[in-house]
Nanobody, 122 residues
Framework: QVHLVESGGGLVQAGGSLRLSCAASGRPFRSYALGWFRQAPGKEREFVASSNWRGSTYYADSVKGRFTISGDIAKNMVYLQMNSLKPEDTSVYYC????????????????WGQGTQVTVSS
């Protein structure tokens, strides 16, 4: 069992930055992959970024070069640094945990946080 709690969302102007945090608990941090997904109103959930902390990191094309996923094993935290934000990045962002082989597919992830709202104004 893995428990995930996101924080760090908010309102930011286009071009600005935010850092989302996800506190993970319940199992050793390196025993699972962690990913970020997002869902805007009326749209399907979409993949943002993920890492298995063993050299496999994935990013959606829409965020490559702007977003960075990182982790702090000692603190059991995973972060999503978001730079050069655009209005189309506005969504609820979710942290998710899955087996080490998990990639960009949402159905590979078994545990989900409650989400944090990110709003980018133009």
């Amino acid at each position: 069992q893995v428990h995930l709690v996101e924080s760090g969302g908010g309102l930011v102007q286009a071009g600005g930055s935010l850092r989302l945090s996800c506190a993970a608990s319940g199992r050793p941090f390196r025993s699972y992959a962690l990913g970020w997904f997002r869902q805007a109103p009326g749209k399907e959930r979409e993949f943002v970024a993920s890492s298995n902390w063993r050299g496999s990191t994935y990013y959606a094309d829409s965020v490559k070069g702007r977003f960075t996923i990182s982790g702090d094993i000692a603190k059991n935290m995973v972060y999503l640094q978001m730079n050069s934000l655009k209005p189309e990045d506005t969504s609820v962002y979710y942290c998710a945990a899955g087996p080490l082989g998990s990639t960009w597919r949402g159905d590979e992830y078994h545990y989900w946080g409650q989400g944090t709202q990110v709003t980018v104004s133009s």
